[in-house]
Structure formats: structure tokens, C-alpha cells
């Protein structure tokens, strides 16, 4: 059965009408045959903005990789040219660590330290009983201690805090709630038994002579 379709065209300022028989077929294909054009039309536009982006977004990209300057990039320079931070291509000895002393003279090398930690607790409290406690050990043979005198003052200085058996000096302290503030006090505690220890065998040492000439 045909069908009496109206189309409308604007010319100038009159509207012309004209009609046409269409059947049912011919206008189902002319619908999509719209369709098919409308959609075409999108995808070639959206094609067109993304070739569009992307070229954009290269030449963006390009020019900023161009102008990048890694901070490692003399690091890896070395590492190309066989160069290490110890210098150990030049030859010769590798540079060794100037060594530290404290003030009473003990090298800082030899202070041997030792803490106990424990897991974090959930429940309080928190921070176990001795968990800042901090203990220092120190060999005898690198204490600054010259006489007989200045080792026999140091003993009676130390008291028990001396082993014999190990023949070293123990040291420990829990006075702060922090390892580091213990391990400074300790620190401390050495210089002071050190320089002290030697003030009085000099002091004593001027008392016996003095003694000996007024006799």
C-alpha cells in the first residue's frame, strides 16, 4: 500500500511542497540510509579530534622529554665510564674514614653498645620496662690509662662496673626515656671517669712529691 509523504524545501521565502509516493520499503532503506550517514559523519569527526589529540599530545610530550634532565643522569655517567664514588679505578689504596676519638682519647671505634627491643604491644603499656635502657662495653687496652696509679683510681672509680674477667669496663644507663639521650649520657660518663681518674693521680702524684721534700 503506498504511502503519501510530504517534503518540505524552503526556497527564498515560499515554501514549495512537494509530494511523493514512497512505498514501505523505500522508506525504511531512506531511514537507514540517514542513520548510516549520521553515523559515518560522527566517526569521522570523533577519528579526526582523537588523530588530532594524539598528535598534540606527542609533540607535548616530545618537546618535555627533550628538555628533561634526570638528577642521576652523572650517576649513570659513572657507571658507563667503569667509575665508582670510592674511586677505586684511579688505583692505589682505597680512602679511609679518619677515625674519631672522644675527649678523654678513647677512639669511638671501640665503644660497643647494646639495647633490647621488643615487639610493638597493643594493650598498654606501650613501652616495656627497659626498652631505653642502653649498655656500654669498652676494652681496657684502649683506655688512656698510663700508671699504675691512674689504674688503680680507675678500679676504685668503677667499683663492680669493672670485669676483671673480660677485662673491660660495663657501662648502663636508663636515666632517659630515649636510647640516644643514654647512650650520650654514657658517653659522657666515660670522659668525666677518664679525665677525672687522671686529674687525681696528677694531684696525687704533686701531693707525695711535695710531701717527700718537705720531709
Do not use: W
Not at 158 to 183: C, H, M, W
Amino acid at each position: 500500500m503506498a504511502s503519501r509523504t510530504l517534503f518540505s524545501s524552503v526556497v527564498g521565502r515560499g515554501v514549495v511542497r512537494t509530494a511523493r509516493s514512497l512505498t514501505p520499503a523505500a522508506t525504511t532503506s531512506a531511514s537507514n540510509s540517514s542513520k548510516g550517514t549520521g553515523t559515518s559523519l560522527v566517526a569521522a569527526a570523533a577519528s579526526r579530534h582523537s588523530s588530532t589529540a594524539a598528535s598534540s599530545s606527542s609533540s607535548s610530550s616530545s618537546s618535555s622529554s627533550d628538555d628533561y634532565v634526570s638528577p642521576f643522569a652523572d650517576f649513570f655517567q659513572n657507571i658507563a665510564d667503569g667509575k665508582t664514588t670510592l674511586q677505586s679505578h684511579i688505583g692505589g689504596p682505597l680512602p679511609t674514614q679518619e677515625a674519631r676519638y672522644l675527649k678523654c682519647g678513647v677512639p669511638e671505634s671501640a665503644l660497643r653498645f647494646k639495647t633490647v627491643s621488643y615487639g610493638r604491644m597493643i594493650v598498654e603499656p606501650h613501652v616495656q620496662p627497659g626498652e631505653h635502657k642502653v649498655t656500654m662495653k669498652v676494652g681496657m687496652h684502649v683506655l688512656p690509662l698510663e700508671t699504675e696509679l691512674e689504674h688503680t683510681i680507675f678500679r676504685q672509680i668503677v667499683g663492680r662496673r669493672y670485669l676483671p674477667e673480660r677485662n673491660e669496663l660495663r657501662l648502663t644507663s636508663d636515666q632517659f626515656a630515649s636510647r640516644i639521650e643514654n647512650k650520650r649520657h654514657l658517653v659522657s660518663m666515660l670522659d668525666r671517669i677518664i679525665i677525672n681518674t687522671k686529674r687525681l693521680a696528677q694531684e696525687t702524684e704533686a701531693a707525695d712529691k711535695q710531701a717527700g721534700g718537705e720531709a
